[in-house]
């Protein structure tokens, strides 16, 4: 039993936790945000500002200069860094990095922006947010048909990386020559501790629309089809549980032991899974974050009719399913600034002065374009007009929650205990709501940052052998418990149908 460190590379900011796995404690965490730590980059939401809001980049040299930072923070916390066993982490899924050369062990005495800045061929990275991409889905969705969502586990999507890379070799075809590396942000940043190129985990590949689930190989015609030499810019895909190379020695900065096991990193989506001991069939997770999420390990391969649904690698073993939706605390911020409330009337007063069902209003809070359904350009619809701001609030509370339950209802489960974590995971109104629309008992567990704390059980399972299944029993106990009112079942499974017509009446106007 020993130490192990999960480092979480989100959309907004870069947190870093320790686990012991002896005593199931966490010893040690450190949080960077970058709009508030790295200012001199422009991004306060983690992505550059652009005039067409289609378009979402953010510079890698960012997260390299946060990833610093986190680990200085982690040093000075008191805790012997020496002492970690492995390391492992999570980066935002789809985005996608692009590099004029391989990796090398890094050099001593100038930062990490300063030595890889200049490797990259296209100085911005498109992230999940990125929906520039519509004519590349059409182009690929015309050339492969029913195939590319049967292999790859989803129809060509904007916001993933094979029509991210489609676009750029296109339009920038001397900057796609000069690189000879394509990298995920997951695999990039993986890559930096290693001092050396490091492979693309099955968990993350499968956000691309370019690995086929079938072989877990990149799929040579849909490979060959999206950009000149793009297989020999791609880095092998392997097992979540591959040990990508020994830490460089660089890091020994923070106390870290050169050469101790670096694993695979993996997406936001697959650490959260086994991060919320929800990676073994019976549990799924709601992530409550920038986007909303809905994962679940999958006990047979299958795919979305809808194409809103996608299927993943299980860092466990077998598949996942995800169902994102963008607009998740984008749009309840959006909401609470709109109405110039804190976040107490927001996540309790609002509800307890509001009843339940909420007189049937509804609302599709888009204010950013939506990833399930597909809308491709913001708007916010009301099936009302009139309400106030406690309804308002409820409204959007109980609208996300329907949603999540009509867009995972594919899967063909009825789950009866979900895993909740993201920030907004602990309202517990918000909690109450899900808990009667799911009719599922949903559970909260001690640690926030699940996308990190999976990190480290990744690292901990292949460095040690501990199984997901210990992990999570020694660090996912659910802390807080919310039970379904059995009275509101009917209510709510009314409103899901009202909600399923509003919202494809929308689609269609």
């Given amino acids: ?42 991004a306060p939401d983690g992505f550059r500002p652009n005039a067409d809001p289609r378009i ?46 391989e990796f090398s062990p890094l050099r001593p005495g100038r930062s990490l922006a300063e030595q890889i800045g200049p490797r990259l061929s296209r100085p911005v990275a498109p992230i999940w947010m990125d929906r520039s991409t519509a004519t590349e889905c059409r182009e690929l969705d015309a050339a492969f048909g029913d195939r590319l969502q049967r292999d790859t586990g989803s129809p060509a999507i904007e916001r993933f990386t094979g029509p991210q890379i489609r676009k750029f070799a296109r ?26 190129d490091a492979p693309i985990d099955f968990g993350d590949g499968a956000g691309m629309n370019l690995l086929n689930l079938q072989t877990l190989q990149w799929d040579p015609a849909i490979v060959e089809f999206t950009a000149p030499d793009l297989m020999a810019k791609l880095p092998p895909a392997v097992p979540s549980a591959t040990v990508a190379g020994g830490l460089d020695g660089w890091f020994r900065r923070f106390g870290l032991r050169p050469g101790i096991p670096v694993v695979v990193w993996s997406g936001d989506n697959p650490n959260s ?11 799924a997770g709601i992530s409550l974050g920038t986007s909303d999420t809905f994962f679940a390990p999958m006990r047979v391969f299958k795919t979305d009719p809808q194409g809103c649904g996608h299927v993943f690698g299980n860092p466990a073993g077998g598949f996942m399913s995800l169902i994102c939706f963008t607009n998740g605390s984008l749009a309840r911020e959006a909401i609470r600034r709109e109405l110039a409330v804190n976040w107490e009337f927001f996540d309790r007063d609002a509800l307890e002065q509001s009843s339940t069902g909420n007189g049937g209003r509804l609302m599709l809070p888009y204010f950013e374009p939506e990833s399930t359904p597909p809308v491709p350009r913001p708007g916010v619809r009301r099936n009302y007009t009139q309400a106030t701001p406690a309804e308002e609030i409820r409204a959007i509370l109980e609208s996300q929650a329907l949603s999540l339950r009509l867009h995972s209802s594919w899967q063909g489960e009825r789950f009866r205990r979900i895993r909740l974590t993201g920030g907004a995971s602990k309202s517990t109104g918000f909690r109450q709501i899900l808990a009667d629309v799911f009719q599922a008992q949903i559970e909260t567990i001690q640690v926030t940052n699940s996308a990190g704390l999976g990190a480290a059980f990744r690292a901990a399972n292949a460095v040690e052998q501990i199984s997901f299944e210990r992990l999570s029993d020694r660090f996912c106990r659910p802390q807080e418990i919310t039970h379904p009112d059995p009275a509101n079942a009917e209510l709510y499974q009314e409103m899901l149908k009202q909600f399923r017509d509003f919202e494809a009446a929308a689609q269609q106007a």
């Avoid at 960012?62 to 390391?87: C, K, N, P, V, Y």
């Avoid at 899974?273 to 549990?283: D, I, M, R, S, W």
């Fill in 56 to 101: 979402k980049q953010a510079d890698p040299r960012m997260w390299l200069d946060g990833l610093e930072l986190a680990l200085e923070q982690l040093s000075a916390s008191g805790f012997d860094l020496a002492r970690i066993d492995g390391i492992s982490g999570s980066g935002q899924q789809h985005g996608s990095v692009y590099c004029r050369e």
């Fill in 171 to 196: 339009e920038e075809p001397k900057a796609w020559r000069r690189t000879r590396r394509v990298h995920l942000v997951s695999s990039f940043l993986c890559s930096v501790l290693c001092g050396s």
């Fill in 1 to 42: 039993m020993g130490f192990h460190l999960g480092i979480d590379v989100s959309t907004q900011s870069v947190k870093c936790i320790v686990i012991d796995t002896e005593n199931g404690t966490v010893p040690a965490e450190s949080s960077v945000n970058f709009g508030r730590d790295l200012p001199s980059y422009h």
């Fill in 273 to 283: 899974l086994v991060g919320t001991g929800a990676a073994t069939p019976g549990l």
